[in-house]
């Protein structure tokens, strides 16, 4: 290790410089020793130029190309007033004796050693950048061959061609291209879950590799699961301009290892992984699994001393990647790993259905593009949804167990139980439900009411042929994997099914959980799917109809991607293939029964940051000197949620072994840590000691170092061997009670009253709809203005209404509509099973010829049982029995043809039972008189 304490700040920053070059593969050189042809790489030292001399020029194949000014670390806030100087050397020429080597310099970097820039002057607007550190010497020798550099052609990107996409995707490329013109770094693209995020991501990386010249782009994501989605994507994904799929164009690589195929144009690698390579570590299997955020491999990075900070690694050189896609780019772990992104060169394009405002500020607020799941459900391509409310009085307002009642105690982890007798009250509130108290009763009660809601209300009509109700697909929400057993054993006892009826998927599943999911996604079992975590976010199931929270969610992005679960759209064939019942999914429903949908919701950081490690594990770091900001957040976190829960006694007994500290100053101590204010405030302290005239950049990063390890070691002193254990002891006492005393009871069973809104809304949307076009299609033009001529409505008039409804108002579709007037209405009649039938009806109702909502088919059997009887009227039998069958005939056509013709005799059913001749041979002259006042009086 070169002695650093004789020179000066230049000399060292220079020193860092070399080593950097070295390991990027340059050859350094001094004038003295100059050798050109040693390498394809040189940067010569101190080289005099026609205004000055350059710290470095840098050579390929011994052409000068580049220039390095060099300065002090503590200069680093003045490196932008370097440019000028150093752009004036990368256009002098370079001065030997008394000649002089004139050619432009187009590679410009200034450098700390610490913190680098880069210049290339080859962009149509030159603009200055950040990188981790210098390009190898191979990749400026690849890009002075080039006519134009990456930027210069992405001015050139021809049009899209919108083939295929959909209005929101069609915005989202071209402003990102637009935004890519302009030379911006970070790019946030806002798509609502559903709205086709991948096959956006996959058309835009198509064009940057067929019409920029991109060499290599990284597709990276956060589990392992997301990147096999991704790969899927990619492989199915065929440009409009070629009959060739993306993966016989171009090379796809999962990463799966450390390697990096030098012929891969897109890579897709998980966060983690990518992390791994950089470290050369090998990356633990549980690194990737579909919570990254709860494993193992995450308590390994917190074990650590510090955290050891990415290094320059020259198998994978910044310029490794022209593009990075960064899918959920709002998920937490991405601040984790942040350094991952800022060590690549690389225009960085985010994804999400969900940022915040820590997504906004780490893209530069470049939001090219903004399409929320309200755009989404207008035009047809999510789903909207329903709230149904369930509420229970305990739910509510919690209970009591008396003293000297005997009741189960369980342990949290075994869920070993032991039967004891009660010595005191306890009461227990709406929060402490399966976290300290577990009430069957209540789970019980909303289960048993959403089993009768689901009949009565939410789906009444999923009977299938044999009288059975099928059960729409449902995810419930729990609050931890002990809640889902619970939940799970009721809901098998209440709807009276066995094991494959209702399942757990949640990362502590023993059944594999992966296969859970995919029975869950594309068989008929099960019908219920119990989670905490694993598929509240990122996993798609199309089929879902309802989600049944069970807890509340506090984060307004997670509950955002939760109800973003049962968003997807389905065709009909593929829904019917495992909910045999369903027609369609035009809505799905959700069913609060924790107040989910009502309470107060933040985008603020949850605390929690290691929810899987043991509190001792998380204790003894912290005692051991492990600094570590999640570490800090996680424990404070388990200690404020056991300061709830201790008695008195216990927090006195508590005072003997943290020196007089009571866990709230502890918890206070743990956060103030890693507060920059509190930093800052402590660091001032120090600061306003300085002399202004002595005061420098480098000093007052130095202060805020120093009062930030001094918040840490105040943090950190309270905790030792004693304490730690106590503190275990204390939190293993606290057992959950099985409170099967109390019964509870169902308060209030629907719609919520937002529900009512929307209900409204949509039900004055498709009377304003109807009452905008009545002129102009002729169906309603009949239906409004002349009710004389409803006999003549067909239908292909009724198929379009449909159509021209599909078209520019998909959210109006029958289903949703009649839902609507269901939740508004008594609608006592079932919806028609066929949609246009059903249209007719609403349109019957919202133009006034129906009171009431009811389906035309049975308005039709009605009619025609009150016209054969007035027929029957004063006469025995006016029809033969043979004649009967032709009227009901003629009936159940025009049930599904709206209207009969004489031509219509000739076709089936008709034909077969001797068509127009026959009707004739039995009605004779009143064949069309008959004909025509059935056309009337089944459509009055």
């Known amino acids: 290790m070169t002695d650093t304490r004789n020179q000066n700040p230049e000399q060292i920053a220079r020193d860092k410089i070399d080593q950097m070059l070295r390991q990027a593969g340059w050859i350094v050189q001094s004038k003295e020793k100059v050798n050109l042809s040693a390498g394809i790489g040189i940067a010569l030292r101190e080289t005099n130029t026609e205004s000055g001399s350059a710290d470095y020029i840098l050579f390929i194949n011994s052409k000068a190309v580049g220039v390095i000014e060099a300065k002090a670390e503590d200069l680093g806030y003045k490196l932008l007033q370097v440019e000028e100087q150093s752009s004036r050397y990368s256009t002098d020429a370079i001065k030997i004796g008394k000649y002089t080597l004139d050619n432009v310099k187009p590679f410009v970097y200034e450098s700390t050693g610490t913190l680098t820039r880069f210049t290339d002057y080859r962009d149509p607007k030159p603009r200055g950048r950040n990188v981790f550190w210098f390009h190898k010497p191979e990749t400026l020798a690849e890009w002075i061959k080039k006519d134009k550099s990456l930027r210069e052609n992405l001015l050139s990107m021809p049009d899209l061609d919108p083939t295929g996409l959909r209005p929101a995707q069609i915005k989202a490329v071209e402003n990102l291209e637009h935004s890519f013109k302009k030379n911006r770094p970070k790019a946030l693209i806002q798509m609502a879950t559903g709205a086709g995020k991948t096959f956006t991501a996959a058309t835009f990386v198509y064009r940057l590799l067929k019409h920029v010249d991109a060499k290599r782009i990284l597709f990276v994501v956060d589990t392992k699961n997301l990147g096999e989605q991704a790969e899927q994507e990619f492989m199915t994904f065929q440009p409009n301009d070629d009959n060739r799929k993306f993966t016989e164009l171009y090379n796809v690589q999962r990463l799966n290892s450390s390697y990096i195929a030098s012929d891969s144009q897109v890579c897709i690698s998980t966060i983690q992984r990518l992390y791994s390579i950089l470290k050369g570590e090998e990356l633990d299997e549980s ?105 229970t009085e305990i739910s509510q307002n919690g209970e009591t167990i008396k003293a000297g009642w005997f009741i189960d105690r369980r342990d949290k982890l075994t869920r070993a139980k032991r039967w004891q007798q009660e010595d005191e009250d306890t009461e227990y509130k709406r929060n402490d439900l399966d976290k300290k108290v577990v009430n069957p009763s209540q789970i019980r009660n909303i289960i048993r009411e959403y089993k009768k809601a689901l009949k009565t209300e939410i789906f009444p009509n999923r009977v299938d042929k044999d009288g059975d109700y099928e059960v729409p697909k449902t995810l419930v929400f729990a609050k931890t994997d002990s809640h889902a057993d619970d939940i799970i054993k009721i809901i098998r006892e209440e709807f009276d099914e066995g094991n494959d009826f209702c399942k757990k998927v949640t990362y502590k599943a023993e059944e594999d959980s992966k296969s859970v999911l995919n029975r869950f996604r594309n068989s008929y079992y099960p019908r219920i799917a119990v989670t905490v975590d694993m598929i509240a976010t990122g996993t798609d199931v199309k089929p879902l109809e309802v989600l049944l929270f069970m807890r509340d969610v506090k984060s307004v992005n997670y509950f955002e991607q939760m109800k973003g679960r049962g968003t997807r759209t389905i065709t009909n064939d593929s829904l019917q293939m495992v909910s045999r019942t369903a027609k369609s999914k035009t809505h799905f429903v959700i069913v609060d029964a924790v107040g989910a949908t009502k309470s107060k919701k933040t985008d603020s950081r949850p605390l929690e940051r290691q929810p899987t490690v043991p509190m001792k594990d998380l204790l003894g ?72 005239q002595d005061l420098t950049p480098a000093l007052v990063e130095e202060a805020k170092k120093v009062a930030h390890e001094q918040l840490i070691a105040a943090a950190t002193k309270t905790f030792n061997g004693e304490l730690n254990n106590y503190l275990d002891n204390v939190r293993r006492e606290h057992e959950q009670i099985i409170d099967s005393v109390n019964i509870d009871k169902v308060i209030k069973s629907e719609w919520d009253t937002t529900s009512v809104d929307k209900a409204t809304a949509i039900v004055k949307d498709f009377s304003e709809y109807l009452e905008q076009h009545k002129d102009e299609i002729k169906a309603l033009s009949i239906f409004y203005n002349q009710p004389y001529n409803r006999r003549e409505i067909t239908f292909k008039m009724i198929k379009d209404v449909f159509d021209k409804l599909a078209l520019e108002k998909p959210v109006l579709a029958p289903d949703y509509v009649w839902s609507a007037y269901a939740v508004l209405e008594n609608v006592k009649s079932d919806q028609p099973k066929d949609e246009l039938t059903a249209l007719v009806s609403l349109i019957r109702r919202a133009c006034g010829i129906d009171k009431e909502l009811k389906g035309f088919d049975k308005t039709i059997d009605e009619n025609f049982k009150n016209w054969i009887f007035k027929q029957n009227a004063g006469k025995h039998n006016r029809f033969t029995n043979e004649q009967m069958e032709w009227l009901r005939m003629i009936k159940d056509h025009v049930v599904s043809s709206y209207h009969i013709e004489l031509d219509d005799l000739d076709y089936t059913p008709f034909d077969s039972q001797g068509g127009r001749g026959k009707m004739h041979q039995l009605f004779g002259d009143q064949m069309k008189d008959i004909i025509n006042e059935l056309n009337e009086v089944l459509a009055a």
């Open 621 to 692: 770091a912290v005692t051991m000197g492990v600094a570590d900001e999640d570490l800090f957040l996680s424990l404070a976190n388990r200690l404020i949620r056991l300061e709830k829960q201790i008695t008195e006694k216990e927090k006195e007994k508590l005072l003997e072994y943290s020196g007089g500290k009571n866990l709230k100053q502890i918890t206070k101590e743990l956060i103030m840590a890693y507060d920059q204010d509190e930093i800052d405030i402590l660091a001032k302290i120090e600061i306003d000691k300085i002399p202004r």
């Open 287 to 391: 690194a990737e699994m579909e919570n990254p955020e709860e494993n193992s491999w995450m308590q390994q990075q917190i074990n650590k001393k510090a955290a050891l900070p990415v290094d320059y690694t020259p198998k994978v050189p910044i310029e490794q990647f022209d593009f990075i896609v960064i899918d959920e780019c709002h998920r937490s772990i991405y601040n984790l790993w942040k350094q991952v992104l800022d060590y690549f060169d690389a225009f960085l394009i985010g994804l999400t259905a969900t940022p915040d405002k820590r997504t906004f500020g780490f893209f530069n607020e470049n939001v090219v593009s903004q399409y929320t799941y309200e755009e989404s459900v207008t035009d047809g391509v999510n789903v909207p949804y329903e709230v149904y409310t369930i509420e």
